[in-house]
């Protein structure tokens, strides 16, 4: 399709039906029967079998004219490109528009307090009655559970097999009173993660994705989506959520609540980018100690940048060969963003004690210094992402496994 | 601006890369090392005349290819990575810049082609080593051009034929061109933990010195960033193959009943170090493109000589850790490397003085915009 094609066909469904003063979910509605909601999926289900390329000629279109898309925040992106994957059709059909519209919102239910890098071997139970499943256990670092609808969820439905053998994937209501939610406030104050209580929760037989016994294929396609996120970076809300009229204002609203969660995500990062002036503002660029910490952390940063940039332009170039992008960049955020709260320690000296509103670029700098221990953690720890980088890249041997075995045999926490 | 190499540049590497595995292996540079003047006549005139690489950066009209800093530097990283023993950097690429940048044009029509071909092997002298702002101190030359005193480290100083020189004069810095043996001109060699880069400490008396050309401070701090962003790229090439060969010895050596690689303390090690070598390339390469796009001063050279020095120090520090006592023996060959790392380390600025340039650069640049 060519852009033009695309320009003039989008134009005249925009012309036609958009108007500032719809609600967002009827505006949505329109997007998701004309297939301009997911013009990548396929035709059969809510998309236009477009290209990623022509995909992106629609976004830009959309952003050009400042046009309400899709929600797309948080973890309902994960549950939509599961389910396009994996699911049934009549799970295809019953899900995916509401996900489109933004009518349910969705939350990842994965991690347990037993099994945080180890995600397979998770312990909540799924037990199968006639009828339906049977979910009990824990799960934890939920965020957006508070508000969702449905969750993406992993279960153990076999505990005789080996730990990646017996897991299933479930689409979860969590409407229903055997599913319980509870904020998890952070040693930064902020409570962007849940916790999950799951007692006789039920989940109807449908509502299985893949195969009893597929849960960890499956799931790693949701992880896999999620890394992408992770590299892409979050949607910091469309250009449109400035204007105008009822859809806008429906729209603002929707961002700030999607958007809640990732508020302090900038400072877990380290805020290098503050640190020059921060240097000047208050004189520590004289000291000579300090600038060589900042020409250290600058060298860092540049050289992430640039590296990230390499890579990028050596696939466009069609070049072959791994490259150890992904863990790589990962663990060099974590040491940037270290290093980053380092440097704003000494600039800061003794002030670095204040928080609050009134402290240092209004709190910034404190909360980067009490946030960024959650880079080396979340999305993976730094140790597993060096263990990554060792095997699959270096090709270093494999540690050897206690884990094999039927799953109930295998020592864990308080077992 | 370039992000990547080309597909010529991709295949000239490859032809550079079989050279050295070929010409400088091991057993060659171990033979040279225990040598005076650390090199085989016979490969320098393969590598330049078949190659002709001594002239691959110089300019056309002066007997060289017109090529630039990142060819220039593929043929570095293939020579750090083997650890080549010769002249190259002293005559090629100090010598070579050094009459590219500071000469006129008389002297360049008549010395560039002798280095482009490699039949003149020069070495450039400069008094200070550590940063261009501290060049001509130690020699003097008066009005009729006759040269004193003494640079007490000079690359390759005992096999050159003819001594390029950056003296101090009555207002400024003067190019002078000196054959290695004229009157009062002394020179020693000295003992450097590299065996592999020779050096001598080069006295001059009363030497009576052609003079070739003026050494402004801004063209200065332009050969500095082009001959450091040169030496990065032979310090990845070396780091780089120290990680190569530290992870194949985990890989093979059992303790415990399994290979020492398997352990997590190991892996994480090598997983460090991998990613402060793709930094450390990229920000090498990265300098290498922007010496080629322009003659703009950025912090990017002195940000690749400050990180390639301290990845290469720390892929040797740990390339001998990794192989425990066998690691800290003359006959395992790690050492060769891990004294090479210490003296490039060292050589055109230790990091933390790039590291002060780099800010300077930076606190200018905001200061313009």
Not at chain 2, 40 to 66: A, F, M, R
Not at chain 2, 79 to 92: E, V
Not at chain 2, 111 to 131: C, E, V, W
Request: aromatic share 8%.
């Amino acid at each position: 399709m060519s852009h033009d094609w695309i320009s003039a066909e989008l134009g005249a469904f925009l012309d036609a039906e958009f108007s500032p003063d719809l609600s967002l979910v009827e505006w949505r509605r329109r997007l998701v029967s004309a297939g301009w909601a997911a013009p990548a999926w396929p035709a059969a289900y809510f998309g236009r079998d477009f290209s990623q390329a022509e995909a992106l000629v629609v976004s830009q279109i959309f952003a050009e004219r400042r046009i309400v898309g899709a929600a797309q925040v948080g973890p309902r992106r994960l549950a939509a490109e599961t389910i396009l994957a994996h699911g049934t059709p009549e799970q295809k059909q019953r899900y995916l528009p509401k996900i489109l519209t933004g009518e349910h919102a969705w939350c990842q239910l994965f991690s347990e307090p037993g099994s945080g890098s180890d995600l397979a071997g998770a312990s909540t139970r799924a037990d199968r009655k006639t009828d339906h499943w049977l979910i009990n256990g824990q799960k934890v670092w939920n965020t957006s559970a508070h508000h969702a609808d449905f969750g993406i969820l992993v279960a153990r439905s076999n505990w005789d097999l080996p730990k990646h053998q017996g897991l299933s994937y479930f689409l979860i209501d969590m409407r229903q009173p055997g599913v319980e939610v509870r904020p998890l406030k952070q040693m930064n104050g902020h409570a962007s993660f849940n916790e999950v209580f799951l007692t006789d929760a039920r989940v109807p037989l449908d509502d299985l994705v893949g195969d009893e016994g597929q849960g960890w294929a499956v799931a790693t396609t949701t992880l896999s989506i999620e890394r992408q996120g992770f590299a892409r970076g979050r949607s910091q809300g469309a250009p449109a959520a400035a204007s105008a009229g009822r859809v806008y204002e429906e729209l603002a609203r929707e961002l700030e609540i999607d958007n809640e969660p990732y508020t302090w995500y900038p400072q877990r990062e380290g805020r290098p980018d503050l640190i020059l002036q921060r240097a000047q503002e208050t004189g520590a660029i004289e000291n000579d100690a300090v600038r060589q910490e900042i020409a250290k952390l600058f060298c860092l940063t540049e050289a992430a940048r640039i590296s990230a940039g390499q890579v990028s332009a050596h696939q466009k170039s069609g070049g072959q060969g791994m490259l150890p992008a992904g863990s790589i960049g990962k663990l060099g955020a974590s040491v940037i963003a270290r290093k980053a709260a380092h440097v704003h320690t000494m600039i800061s000296g003794a002030s670095a004690m204040l928080s609050g509103p009134h402290s240092a670029v209004d709190g910034i700098i404190a909360e980067t210094l009490i946030s960024v221990p959650a880079i080396s953690i979340a999305g993976g720890t730094d140790e597993i992402q060096r263990n990554i980088i060792a095997e699959r890249v270096l090709g270093m041997p494999k540690e050897q496994r206690m884990d094999t075995g039927p799953f109930r045999d295998i020592p864990r926490n308080g077992h | 601006m370039q992000a990547v190499l080309s597909d010529d540049q991709v295949q000239f590497k490859q032809v550079v890369h079989r050279f050295f595995d070929t010409h400088s292996s091991t057993t060659a540079v171990r033979q040279l090392a225990e040598t005076e003047t650390g090199f085989d006549p016979l490969v320098w005139s393969q590598l330049s005349e078949t190659l002709g690489l001594p002239g691959t950066h110089l300019s056309e009209q002066y007997g060289g290819h017109g090529f630039g800093p990142v060819e220039l530097g593929i043929i570095l990283e293939e020579m750090g990575r083997t650890l080549y023993c010769g002249p190259f950097f002293s005559s090629a690429v100090m010598a070579g810049y050094a009459l590219e940048l500071f000469a006129d044009e008389a002297a360049k029509i008549q010395r560039l082609p002798q280095i482009a071909d490699g039949s003149i092997r020069a070495t450039l002298i400069l008094d200070d080593l550590n940063q261009p702002s501290q060049v001509g101190r130690l020699i003097e030359a008066n009005q009729v051009g006759a040269l004193t005193g003494s640079a007490p480290i000079v690359l390759d100083g005992c096999s050159a034929d003819v001594f390029i020189i950056v003296a101090r004069e009555d207002s400024g810095l003067g190019l002078y061109a000196l054959a290695a043996n004229a009157q009062g001109v002394e020179v020693l060699a000295q003992e450097s933990i590299d065996m592999t880069r020779k050096v001598a400490r080069v006295s001059l008396h009363q030497s009576a010195g052609t003079r070739i050309g003026t050494v402004t401070q801004k063209a200065l701090n332009r050969f500095w960033d082009l001959v450091s962003v040169a030496l990065a790229h032979e310090m990845i090439g070396g780091a780089a193959r120290l990680l190569d060969e530290t992870v194949e010895y985990t890989k093979g050596r059992y303790q415990f009943g399994r290979p020492i690689g398997s352990f997590q303390a190991l892996k994480h090690r090598c997983a460090d170090l991998l990613m402060s070598l793709e930094f450390a390339k990229a920000a090498t390469h990265h300098a290498g493109f922007c010496l080629a796009a322009s003659d703009q001063e950025t912090v990017y050279p002195s940000m690749a000589k400050a990180m390639a020095a301290d990845c290469f120090m720390d892929m040797a520090r740990a390339a001998i850790q990794l192989r425990g006592g066998i690691g800290f023996t003359w006959e395992n060959d790690t050492h060769l490397w891990f004294k090479r790392a210490k003296c490039d380390e060292v050589l055109l600025g230790a990091p933390h003085r790039h590291r002060a340039r780099m800010i300077d650069i930076l606190q200018e640049t905001q200061h313009v915009a």
